[in-house]
């Protein structure tokens, strides 16, 4: 099992609101991490959106849009993404990414379609 | 503003070796952790190793460990990623990057083909 886990693939339509999970494997408890969030597009290195822990630990990428913002589910165990007011720019694939065991983990990652 | 750029990738035939560079600049080189990360054609993204600033903590993927390398060099302001024993599994993008603060370089092409 993938200690972080993402759905393959999200849709969405223009303006509508995205929630992208990153599910930590059974045994490692979200609540002690700081999970970070990347986007990539096509032929780009991976972009830094935002890394997020608590509402009073985390940060939002130089130039970011606020409609990109982090938070977490506890009973799900899982860190979100979430992507307000969609736009055609956002259609990228996502990366979350945590520190665990003396190495940084990426998920699987998203990607993200807006129809 | 922060710059990385890696060089150093190419074609290289099974049991090869090839040693990626990057070079950096805009931020103070010694006080941060460098890592590369790599991603193969059409897959996603993953960590290979990790140096902290002053270069004694080094940490690697199981996937590489034993034949990669990673090393530093804080008076010229470089990161370096020695590559031995290549296999077709190691054909990849190489990133240089500061994963923790977002910083990434444009990334090597590395291609381990007979």
């Known amino acids: 099992q993938a200690v972080l886990t993402q759905p393959s693939s999200l849709s969405a339509s223009p303006g509508a609101s995205a929630s992208l999970t990153c599910t930590l494997r059974?045994?490692?408890?979200?609540?002690?991490?700081?999970i970070y969030w990347y986007q990539q597009k096509p032929g780009s290195p991976p972009q830094y959106l935002l890394k997020?822990?608590?509402?009073?630990?985390?940060?939002?990428g130089s130039g970011v849009p606020s409609r990109f913002s982090g938070s977490k589910d506890a009973s799900a165990n899982a860190g979100i993404l979430l992507i307000s007011g969609l736009q055609s720019e956002d259609e990228a694939d996502y990366y979350c990414?945590?520190?665990?065991?003396?190495?940084?983990?990426f998920g699987t990652g998203t990607k993200v379609t807006v129809l | 503003e922060v710059q990385l750029v890696e060089s150093g990738g190419g074609l290289v035939q099974p049991g090869g070796s090839l040693r990626l560079s990057c070079a950096a600049s805009?931020?103070?080189?010694?006080?941060?952790?460098m890592t590369w990360v790599r991603q193969a054609p059409g897959k996603g993204l993953e960590w290979v190793s990790y140096?902290?600033?002053?270069?004694?903590?080094?940490y690697y993927a199981d996937s590489v460990k034993g034949r990669f390398t990673i090393s530093r060099d804080n008076a010229r302001n470089s990161l370096y990623l020695q590559m031995n024993s290549l296999r077709a599994e190691d054909t990849a993008v190489y990133y240089c990057?500061?994963?923790?603060?977002?910083?990434w370089g444009q990334g090597t092409l590395v291609t381990v083909s007979s």
């Open positions: 990057a500061r994963v923790a603060v977002g910083d």
């Open positions: 997020y822990k608590s509402d009073s630990d985390k940060q939002q």
């Open positions: 140096i902290s600033g002053s270069g004694t903590t080094i």
């Open positions: 805009g931020f103070t080189f010694s006080s941060f952790e």
């Open positions: 059974s045994g490692i408890n979200v609540g002690t991490y700081r």
């Open positions: 990414m945590i520190w665990h065991s003396n190495a940084y983990v």
